[in-house]
């Protein structure tokens, strides 16, 4: 079994930042590859950012320049570095194993003023 456990969401002013986490066990965490999704209200889930095992990374355009995607091997866990947040960017965001069906439960992140 692969199991995900998400942190770091919370309430931001818009020019904020949030780092998410979402640590991984179950598996072996170095040949996953990973990924953030976000879910806004009445919208589809869309995929913000990704990186493989081999580090290399993708980003929505909407997110570009703004957000991070990292990983820890050493403590299985990816990241997300969320900086210059918008109110758009409000969403509960998901950690997912890319290709797979395991996701975390999810953790808010609201961006008001």
């Known amino acids: 079994q692969v199991q995900l456990v998400e942190s770091g969401g919370g309430l931001v002013q818009p020019g904020g930042s949030l780092r998410l986490s979402c640590a991984v066990s179950g598996s072996i965490f170095s040949s996953l590859s990973m990924g953030w999704y976000r879910q806004a209200p009445g919208k589809q889930r869309e995929l913000v950012a990704d990186?493989?095992?081999?580090?290399?990374?993708y980003y929505a355009d909407s997110v570009k320049g703004r957000f991070t995607i990292s990983r820890d091997n050493a403590k299985n866990t990816v990241y997300l570095q969320m900086n210059s947040l918008e109110p758009e960017d409000t969403a509960v965001y998901y950690c997912?194993?890319?290709?797979?069906?395991?996701w975390g439960q999810g953790t808010q992140v609201t961006v008001s003023s």
């Open positions: 997912t194993v890319l290709r797979t069906s395991y």
């Open positions: 990186i493989t095992r081999g580090g290399i990374t």
